[in-house]
């Protein structure tokens, strides 16, 4: 399968501890999101990177939230300090620059389901 | 800051009825449009979207939307629904051409009775 893998799928902490999750995406995909999604909500946007740059960051991300795509590659995120309220599926997602090929289509990963207890 | 509203959240029809799903979004400026479909289990995935053109779209699997500027919206269609549509379905916006940005509606839960 060469579409966008997350690992873990699904982990449980206990409040106060850090967790990172990984995305790989698509390997000639540029730009790289991350969307948090809740029960009952659709994904919000939290951050994406172009390459190895870190364009633009959510509200929604607090200091406690890291995102890192050194090599521009894969990517992390980190959260430190869980709280309950970091429950969620975190979801990446990939796509290309504007060009020739362009459609404007995310890639989405199948997602890190968070639970905080 | 652009919104998407999604006023179904669950619709439940029979096999062979006809899909339409509201979408309404807020947005002052230029708009892409897209829904996003995500099957059981699944990862999310397009459906169709709208950039400019015919305000009239096909996706995937024979649903359609239509993008009528002055209502905001851009409804989903189907003609005749199958058992494989039951999915959640999620309407989103960007601003712009090039801004992958989505803003996502809260999804509507299609379930399909066989």
């Known amino acids: 399968d060469t579409g966008v893998s997350q690992d873990p799928r699904h982990k449980i902490t206990k409040r106060g501890q850090n967790v990172t999750f990984r995305c790989d995406p698509i390997?000639?995909?540029?730009?790289l999101y991350w969307y948090r999604q809740t029960l009952g909500q659709g994904p919000e946007f939290l951050t994406y990177?172009?390459?190895?740059?870190?364009?633009?960051k959510s509200r929604l991300l607090s200091d406690r939230f890291s995102a890192e795509r050194p090599k521009g590659s894969f990517s992390t995120l980190e959260i430190q300090r869980t709280e309950q309220g970091d429950s969620a599926m975190y979801l990446c997602?990939?796509?290309?620059?504007?060009?020739?090929?362009?459609?404007?289509?995310?890639?989405f990963g199948e997602g890190s389901r968070l639970t905080v207890l | 800051a652009q919104s998407v509203s999604q006023h179904n959240h669950h619709v439940i029809l029979s096999e062979a009825a006809s899909l339409e799903l509201g979408c309404n979004y807020s947005?002052?400026?230029?708009?892409?449009l897209f829904w996003y479909v995500q099957y059981p289990g699944q990862h999310l995935q397009l459906l169709l979207k709208?950039?400019?053109?015919?305000?009239l779209v096909k996706g995937i699997k024979g649903f359609e939307a239509e993008f009528i500027k002055s209502k905001f919206s851009f409804n989903l269609r189907k003609p005749s629904v199958q058992w494989s549509d039951t999915a959640e379905y999620f309407c989103a916006v960007t601003p712009g051409f090039g801004n992958e940005k989505l803003t996502f509606g809260t999804g509507t839960r299609l379930t399909i009775i066989p």
């Open positions: 997602a990939s796509s290309v620059i504007p060009g020739t090929d362009y459609t404007g289509e995310l890639f």
């Open positions: 390997s000639e995909h540029n730009r």
């Open positions: 709208y950039f400019s053109g015919d305000p």
């Open positions: 990177f172009q390459n190895e740059a870190q364009l633009e």
């Open positions: 947005y002052g400026g230029t708009v892409n």
